[in-house]
């Protein structure tokens, strides 16, 4: 069997496979072939410059398309000129109508500093969207994204922690948030939301502390919903300080009082004696990762009245101690208490 015998259906599968520049140039095989093209359910561009001055107008190329959905839409340009984000926002728009399901965004240069995504945030029909170039993006004031499942977007600048929470109650059905802030010179950041039908978990690195929160999913649609941004009640918070920033430890730990779920880290090469604490009322398991016969195995729990559970694990020799506390913990309490696997604490 030639491939001439297979149905239009298939073909138009396999020049999906196919950038949209090479699925055009198959219209010179034969006659047959001459509008197989018009019918492909997707459009992968290297570079919009061709098309766009080709035909003149985006319009006028979409016109010729006998498919009107684009399934999948991908613009990949490593051009080291600043040539497709004068489109950009055009084929966004134009792709949004179209009912497109997958987007894949990669601009190496930008001639502006900002992209309208409007209408992807909108477009109910998208499944899989990533974002790159060295540019922002603006996140409009309504969020409608029902079949959203993957997000990742590395650009920039990360837009504020509250349009992540817009974009997570606007998209039922997504599993994974990604974004990453590559281009900052002083500042690195990743930011990675994970949720299922369990849970929901948000990852934030930078270079001065990794701070993961998790969600039980009973808790974390009232948490959210109620809330400016993504605090920790009724969650488990996990941070591990990588850099002696006193300030910056001390905001992120005054962010997070309310929680009653906290273990906290920090590397060999810290001085914990740094850290400014602050009062953690509502704090009932407390997991401390230290050095042996460091003060701070005394004095953070000594700021937590209502603890019931402490775990310290010792980094210089990896013991593991657990202590069950009634009616709080008093200053003096771990000071005349040896470790061992497990200690009963009273007042």
């Known amino acids: 069997m030639t491939i001439d015998a297979l149905p239009d259906e298939l073909l138009c599968l396999i020049l999906s496979f196919l950038s949209t520049k090479e699925a055009i140039a198959t219209s010179l095989l034969s006659k047959r072939w001459r509008f197989l093209w018009t019918m492909v359910p997707s459009l992968h561009i290297g570079c919009a410059k061709p098309i766009m001055e080709h035909y003149k107008s985006l319009k006028v190329f979409l016109a ?31 792709v949004a109508i179209r009912k497109v399901e997958r987007v894949n965004i990669s601009l190496c240069r930008s001639h502006i500093s900002e992209i309208n995504v409007d209408a992807l945030f909108t477009c109910t029909t998208i499944v899989n969207m990533k974002i790159k170039g060295p540019f922002e993006i603006t996140i409009p004031s309504s969020v409608y994204l029902p079949n959203l499942k ?13 349009n992540v929470r817009k974009i997570i109650f606007s998209s039922p059905s997504l599993e ?10 002083d500042y690195f950041v990743r930011l990675t939301i994970v949720r299922n039908y369990r849970c929901l978990r948000l990852y934030h690195e930078n270079w001065l502390y990794d701070f ?9 649609s009232d948490s959210m919903r109620n809330c400016g941004s993504l605090k920790p009640e009724k969650a488990k918070v996990y941070v591990t300080v ?7 430890v001390f905001d992120l730990l005054k962010r997070i009082r309310p929680v009653e779920f906290l273990s906290l880290k920090y590397s060999r090469d810290v001085n914990s004696s740094t850290f400014d604490l602050p009062l953690f009322n509502n704090l009932v398991e407390l997991q401390l990762f230290v050095k042996k016969d460091d003060p701070f195995i005394m004095e953070f729990p000594a700021k937590c ?3 019931q559970v402490l775990e310290i694990n010792i980094l210089d020799d990896g013991q593991r101690c657990r202590y069950n506390i009634s009616e709080g913990v008093r200053v003096h309490d771990l000071s005349i208490v040896p470790i061992s696997p497990v200690i009963y604490m009273a007042k």
């Open 64 to 94: 010729l398309r006998r498919m009107h959905n684009i399934t999948s839409f991908r613009l990949t340009c490593d051009s080291d000129h600043e040539c497709c984000s004068h489109y950009v926002e055009q084929w966004i728009f134009e």
């Open 150 to 162: 993957t997000l990742r977007l590395k650009i920039r600048e990360c837009f504020a922690i509250k």
């Open 176 to 185: 994974l948030i990604y974004m990453k802030n590559k281009w900052t010179n």
């Open 212 to 220: 993961v929160v998790h969600y039980d999913y009973n808790f974390m």
């Open 242 to 248: 990588h850099k002696d920033m006193m300030h910056a």
């Open 305 to 307: 009245p209502k603890l």
